[in-house]
């Protein structure tokens, strides 16, 4: 079910794969066919996300990493010394926010 909500490509075709049907052409009217996902090339966002999560040691969530790569000023950050990681600010031209 989350595979079929995350689908990147057309919705017709996902179903009937599912049910073992296969089908060559996208439907063109679904909200995928109507208005595709857009991509963009994440390499560089993902080695520095990768490299800021071996540098604090791969023992926080997400949520501090996402923090320390925006280069947010906090207590938790200072006293773990992460203000001082080469990592800290380099993802400040990203929100916080996905999608
Ligand atoms: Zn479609």
């Given amino acids: 079910m989350s595979a079929f909500a995350e689908a990147q490509t057309c919705r017709r075709q996902v179903l009937l794969n599912y049910f073992g049907e296969y089908r060559e052409q996208p439907c063109g009217n679904c909200d995928i066919c109507l208005d ?21 040691n791969q023992s ?5 990493v996402v923090e320390v790569l925006r280069g947010m000023s906090n207590i938790r950050i200072r ?8 990592t800290y600010g380099i993802g400040r031209d990203h929100s916080t926010i996905t999608g």
């Fill in 36 to 56: 595709p996902p857009k991509h963009f090339d994440a390499t560089q966002e993902a080695q520095k996300a990768l490299s800021c999560v071996y540098r604090v």
């Fill in 60 to 64: 926080f969530g997400i949520s501090y």
């Fill in 79 to 86: 006293e773990h010394g992460h203000d001082k990681l080469t």
